[in-house]
């Protein structure tokens, strides 16, 4: 479904969409969130924006209702005031036109990207019962995959470290268990791989374009924020792999080629973590909050599940895991950052202090007690000042 590159009235082909827009392009037609089309368009002089053309319901913000559709927009690049004449041309032709009966009908037909992946009845099924709550294994074949599955630079690890320009490491277990991490020099990474270390590949999405359209469209399935989706690439030696850790971010892990072993496992030790985990080595981060000692295995009672091609993963962050090659071949891991509550409720307080001179003043260990009190006094009515409605408003406008 990932297409890439061609005039829109090509890509599209329902209902002549593309003589609506003349002269831009679809960089990468996708399915939207909850069904129907996500258009990322670029302009002539580079301008680039997402239209999402779905049906509408009642929860839904939308810019334009038009025939059954909502149209909406999010700017990912450019001036909104050269780019709003493009879209308007665009929705008053379908206005005036009438939406064409394909276009309605493939909108309304098409399953989110979420639902093609784990197999849903329905998107809203992930949300309720698995996101940042359970793990999610499910199998499938290559070709539900499109793109992903046939892209040549995705044909095995050795031919995507060919084209990879990012950073790279690699990961040494010791016989006692204690993992060393350190970036590796590309021209060292075979060899080390060679010699049992397991090799990562950073930012995969930045050298292979296909990937990089899945990136934007499990942000735009996710409802997270543009560039908040990365993906790596890991290999090992049959028989090696990553060690017990957990990542504080969300993972949908995609099997391409070859099996991998995962051995996954609540974290009873600490709740949301704010930063990986590879124990025995704790971030200073996470001993601000917790002294805790993590062992280095994996509990006895982990679940085991081994991934074949065309199967997906999904893991809650801060979940223990660790894995195994079965055989050499080639997966992928997005990674999904969200920000915690603490970071929301923090950057709407800041942008509150900053309105008042008291808090701009330049602090000094100088200052008596009683200056520090009287700040510290004003913090209650500050948080007071805090709407609710608004920082969730505000957490939706960061998702765009």
């Known amino acids: ?10 890509t599209l082909q329902i209902g002549r969409l593309g003589t609506y827009v003349s002269g831009w392009k679809c960089l990468a037609m996708r399915p939207s969130d909850r069904g129907g089309w996500a258009f990322p368009l670029e302009g002539p002089d580079g301008l680039r924006v997402t239209l999402t053309i779905t049906p509408h319901g009642p929860d839904r913000p939308h810019w334009r209702r038009i025939g059954g559709l909502s149209l909406t927009y999010s700017r990912t690049q450019g001036e909104m005031d050269r780019v709003m004449p493009v879209l308007e041309a665009l929705a008053a032709t379908l206005e005036t036109k009438g939406v064409p009966p394909a276009m309605k009908e493939s909108v309304h ?12 009845d329905e998107p809203d099924a992930f949300f309720q019962h698995h996101w940042g709550l359970a793990p999610l294994h499910v199998t499938g074949s290559l070709p539900r995959l499109g793109e992903l599955s046939t892209d040549p630079l995705l044909a095995s690890w050795e031919r995507l470290l060919e084209v990879h320009t990012g950073e790279t490491i690699g990961t040494w277990v010791a016989e006692n268990g204690d993992p060393t991490e350190e970036a590796l020099p590309r021209e060292q990474l075979m060899d080390r791989r060679n010699a049992g270390w397991v090799t990562t590949l950073l930012h995969v999405e930045r050298d292979v374009p296909v990937v990089d359209q899945w990136c934007h469209a499990l942000a735009d399935a996710l409802g997270t924020a543009p560039g908040s989706v990365r993906c790596a690439s890991f290999s090992a030696l049959p028989g090696r792999g990553v060690c017990k850790h957990w990542d504080a971010d969300d993972l949908i ?6 099996t991998k072993r995962w051995r996954i496992a609540p974290n009873t030790q600490l709740e949301h973590p704010t930063s990986n985990c590879l124990p025995p080595h704790v971030s200073r981060e ?28 999904y893991l809650p962050r801060g979940m223990w895991h660790a894995t195994e090659d079965s055989e050499e071949g080639l997966s992928l891991s997005f990674a999904i950052s969200r920000p915690s509550w603490m970071d929301v409720i923090l950057e709407a307080l800041e942008d509150v202090l900053i309105q008042k001179p008291a808090f701009r003043e330049a602090a000094g260990s100088h200052a008596s ?15 007071r000042e805090l709407d609710p409605e608004q920082l969730l408003k505000a957490l939706t406008e960061r998702r765009r």
Not at 109 to 120: I, K, R
């Open 369 to 383: 007690p009683d200056k520090v009190r009287e700040l510290l006094s004003l913090l209650g009515p500050s948080m």
């Open 286 to 313: 996470i001993q601000r909050y917790s002294k805790g000692v993590f062992d280095t295995k994996m509990p006895s009672d982990a679940t085991s599940i081994t991934l074949q091609a065309g199967d997906a993963l």
């Open 1 to 10: 479904m990932l297409l890439h590159g061609r005039k829109l009235a090509d």
């Open 109 to 120: 037909a098409l399953p989110s990207l979420l639902e093609t992946l784990f197999s849903l």
């Open 253 to 258: 892990l995609i099997q391409l080629r070859g």
